[in-house]
């Protein structure tokens, strides 16, 4: 009887808070390191875990300062932190604190928690009062992630004034080891067998850091299976389809450089390939949302242009290259498609009530609800304002700010100012931009 995959087994050798020790087996040779690196590397960087990412001790504004009273200078403290172990199921940041006006050793037990964050190691001590006339207090903020973040990473500044972001190892697992052997399986021994070492910091156990591991592995192979789709009998064999099949596959951000807008829109909808793209109709494509006649057309010059597209012209298989060749697809269309691609907003003319702007275009005036302005996305304004993809990038991922409401809830004031800066000509665009819509920065 041969191997099957029925016969691979899990066996624990070892199983404690921080160890574990585990064979896994048998397996087909070659299968002892393939399995082998990838839970080594899965369990070393995608493993979620809880850790402290910035820290306010009343007196001070950085941890490179002594404090009045405490034995230990802010680094020491910072440095006891950085082993606090914590367990949360909680995805939101959370708030651990401690206040002592007496002398003695503060212990991590002593941290005031959430009833959804437990301390782990609670015998750590964390500072040493030596002075009964000082009040100390000590806050921590703690999130969720994987691997490792700077302290930089972790600036936000919506936090309060004096608090500061330290470095955050978020893994549970400190260590994996594993080696392979070779086993007998039904009287052979062209089999293997996989033992593997686990060690966490007591977050969770082994054997649940090798239960997520695994769960994340099987996630990722499960999503990159594909169907065979049929063929329809309708094409002729004859057809030769290996050198356009490669193109149709290649990406369209590749091919041609897309505005941030039409990058988004295909990207809603699904479309990431040239295949993606020709397989739809024009009707469709201009039925996708802030998207227009002038965009797509553009965009389908662009590609008609290069000699590979040129080649798909004999695929009957794709929609819109059919119309592309019988003349349809470039045609004249009604003014409002193109108003629709100008404005990025619904064309709905909205009775009046309240919530509800007025504001003039050239001759003709348009009614815009406030809520469809604040749900527009930055990339859009972006795009509008014509800003640099650093500085687009600062106001969006530095600065955490994804719609147009995002940016009301800033001041201006911290836009112009900390590690994240606008230049002011961008700042002054973007005011700007919300006074057109009757809206502002915070006061």
Do not use: W
């Amino acid at each position: 009887m041969g191997f099957t995959l029925d016969s691979l087994r899990l066996t624990i050798v070892r199983d404690e808070e921080k160890r574990g020790e585990f064979k896994i087996g048998p397996l087909h040779k070659g299968y002892g390191i393939t399995i082998g690196n990838s839970l080594r590397r899965v369990l070393l960087s995608s493993i979620q875990g809880t850790s402290v990412v910035a820290v306010h001790i009343d007196g001070i504004f950085h941890q490179f300062t002594s404090i009045p009273g405490v034995l230990e200078d802010g680094i020491q403290i910072v440095a006891q932190i950085k082993k606090l172990v914590l367990r949360s199921q909680i995805h939101e940041r959370k708030i651990l604190s401690v206040t002592r006006k007496t002398q003695g050793t503060i212990y991590a037990r002593d941290l005031i928690t959430p009833p959804s964050v437990e301390i782990v190691n609670g015998d750590l001590p964390i500072a040493t009062i030596v002075d009964d006339d000082i009040k100390f207090a000590l806050t921590l903020h703690t999130e969720q992630g994987i691997e490792y973040r700077l302290a930089d990473e972790n600036r936000d500044p919506g936090y309060p004034i004096g608090t500061f972001p330290i470095d955050s190892a978020f893994c549970p697992v400190t260590h994996v080891q594993f080696s392979v052997k070779q086993a007998m399986y039904n009287e052979s021994l062209n089999y293997e067998t996989l033992d593997i070492i686990i060690e966490t910091n007591g977050a969770i156990t082994p054997y649940q850091a090798l239960q997520y591991s695994s769960q994340i592995l099987v996630d990722y192979f499960s999503n990159i299976m594909i169907e065979k789709e049929e063929v329809e009998e309708s094409v002729p064999e004859i057809l030769i389809k290996d050198e356009t099949e490669e193109i149709l596959k290649r990406p369209l951000e590749e091919i041609i450089t897309l505005s941030v807008r039409t990058g988004n829109v295909f990207k809603k909808a699904n479309i990431y390939t040239i295949q993606d793209l020709f397989s739809k109709t024009r009707k469709e494509l201009l039925a996708l949302k802030n998207f227009g006649t002038k965009s797509l057309t553009s965009t389908i010059e662009e590609l008609m242009k290069l000699p590979e597209i040129e080649k798909l012209k004999n695929r009957t298989d794709l929609q819109l290259m059919k119309e592309i060749i019988a003349g349809s697809f470039f045609v004249d269309d009604d003014s409002q498609e193109e108003l629709i691609e100008e404005e990025e907003t619904p064309k709905k003319v909205f009775e009046a009530v309240p919530g509800i702007i007025q504001e003039e275009i050239g001759s003709q005036s348009k009614k815009v609800d406030i809520q469809t302005v604040l749900n527009i996305a930055i990339e859009e304004v972006a795009e509008e304002l014509e800003m640099s993809e650093p500085q687009f990038i600062k106001l969006k991922e530095k600065l955490m700010v994804d719609t147009v409401e995002h940016l009301t809830h800033l001041a201006k004031e911290e836009l112009l100012t900390g590690n994240n800066k606008l230049s002011r000509k961008n700042v002054e665009l973007l005011e700007e931009y919300l006074k057109k819509h009757g809206l502002s920065f915070k006061e």
